[in-house]
C-alpha cells in the first residue's frame, strides 16, 4: 500500500472466481487500469522532482567506487548508459554521499556478507558547492520534501533496499522499482537543479550531482583511500589523481538527448 494507487494496479489481478471469458474481460481492463494508475504515479514523482526545493550546499560529499576505477571517480562520460535509482541511462548522476557514514552505509547495503563495507572500494572525499540563482535555479533539491508535497509516499523511491528483489506489488505491476526516483530525479534536473538531496535504501540522504545543471569547478576532488584486507590504507591527496569532472557543456561525450 506504499504507493497509493495499489488498489488500481491489483486490478485484474485479484478475481480468482470468474469464468474464462468474464476473466479476460476483466483483465483486459484491468491491464488499462495498470497503465492509468502507473502513468498517475509517473507523473507525480516527475513532478515532486520539479517542485522540490532547492537550497544550497557548501561542504564535504563522498564517493565510494571501486579502487580500479578511482581516477574516474566523478568521470560521468565513462559510466554513460549506465542505470541508477536516481537515474535513467539518458541521465548521468554522480552519487555522494554527505558525510564517511553514510557512504559507508551505502556501499554495505550492496557489499558480500561478512565484508567490510568498502573492500577493494576507494573513497573519494570532494568539496561541493552549489547556491540557487535568481530563478531558484542550480541549487540542491530536496526530492523528499518534494514527495511530500505531492503526497508521494518518500519510501516510494527507496525500495527495494539494495540489491534486494523488487515487491510483490512492483512484480505485478511490471514496473521496475525505481522508475519513481529515477522520474523524480529528472524533474528536479529539469528543474535546473545542480543536485538533489536524495532518500537512500539506508536512512541516509544523498547529494546526488547533476552533471548537466554543474560546472567542473563546483566539484573539487581532495582526498582518496583504499580499502583492502579489511582495512584502509593511508589517505592519498586527490589532485593530479582523480579525474577532473568533464564540462557537460563542452564534453565530446555528452549523453544522448534526455528524453521525456
Do not use: C, W
Not at 516510494?156 to 522520474?183: I, R, W
Not at 540522504?205 to 545543471?213: E, L
Request: glycine content about 10%.
Amino acid at each position: 500500500g506504499h504507493l497509493g494507487d495499489a488498489a488500481a494496479l491489483h486490478q485484474g489481478y485479484s478475481e480468482t472466481a470468474l469464468g474464462a471469458g468474464e476473466a479476460a474481460a476483466h483483465g483486459v481492463a484491468g491491464a488499462v487500469g495498470r497503465e492509468s494508475a502507473v502513468q498517475s504515479l509517473m507523473l507525480k514523482a516527475y513532478q515532486a522532482g520539479v517542485s522540490a526545493p532547492q537550497g544550497s550546499f557548501d561542504g564535504t560529499v563522498y564517493r565510494s567506487v571501486p579502487t580500479r576505477f578511482e581516477q574516474t571517480a566523478i568521470d560521468y562520460t565513462q559510466v554513460k548508459g549506465s542505470v541508477g535509482r536516481y537515474n535513467a541511462a539518458s541521465e548521468s548522476l554522480i552519487y555522494t554521499s554527505p558525510n564517511r557514514a553514510a557512504a559507508e552505509h551505502e556501499a554495505g547495503a550492496y557489499a558480500k556478507p561478512g565484508r567490510h563495507p568498502l573492500e577493494g572500494r576507494s573513497l573519494v572525499s570532494m568539496d561541493f558547492h552549489a547556491k540557487p540563482d535568481a530563478q531558484g535555479r542550480h541549487g540542491v533539491a530536496d526530492l523528499a520534501e518534494g514527495a511530500r508535497q505531492m503526497r508521494l509516499p518518500v519510501e516510494a523511491l527507496t525500495a527495494p533496499k539494495g540489491n534486494k528483489p523488487p515487491s510483490l506489488l512492483y512484480q505485478l505491476a511490471g514496473e521496475h522499482p525505481y522508475s519513481l526516483g529515477q522520474q523524480a530525479a529528472k524533474g528536479a534536473a529539469d528543474a535546473g537543479a545542480s543536485a538533489i538531496r536524495a532518500p537512500s535504501a539506508t536512512g541516509e540522504p544523498q547529494i546526488d550531482i547533476i552533471p548537466r545543471n554543474t560546472h567542473p569547478s563546483q566539484l573539487v576532488p581532495r582526498t582518496i583511500q583504499s580499502f583492502a584486507d579489511g582495512q584502509g590504507d593511508p589517505v592519498r591527496n586527490a589532485e593530479g589523481l582523480v579525474k577532473p569532472m568533464p564540462d557537460f557543456a563542452t564534453s565530446s561525450a555528452n549523453d544522448p538527448a534526455v528524453r521525456e
